[in-house]
């Protein structure tokens, strides 16, 4: 398990987070998809709730990674919005960081 992804990394993540969302980050296609509340968050996360984020379970183009570390809060600049202007979408505290086979 690695304890952190860079920019300039390369291959597919399973990124787990405190309050249970988790996000494929592929840095390959330079793409990054969130599942809201996909595992149950941590004890200290109970009472923060969920919340559906937009385009959630769609893959979304990943413009650069400014961080991703176990411990700390996950940092993606994302192509989100139709008027092209970047958002930067900030996570809960990383819990997990798994690779994923290759997509074929």
């Given amino acids: 398990m690695p304890p952190e992804i860079s920019n300039d990394s390369t291959g597919r993540f399973l990124i787990t987070t405190a309050t249970g969302s988790q996000y494929v980050l ?14 149950v968050p941590l004890t200290s996360f109970l009472d923060v709730g969920v919340a559906r984020l937009r385009r959630d379970d769609e893959p979304l183009e990943l413009i650069m990674l400014e961080h991703c570390a176990v411990g700390q809060p996950a940092r993606f600049w994302l192509q989100i919005r139709d008027d092209h202007i970047p958002t930067l979408r900030t996570t809960s505290p990383v819990v997990r960081i798994e690779p994923l086979p290759a997509h074929k």
């Fill in 26 to 39: 592929d840095m390959d296609a330079r793409a990054v998809s969130r599942k809201m509340a996909a595992t």
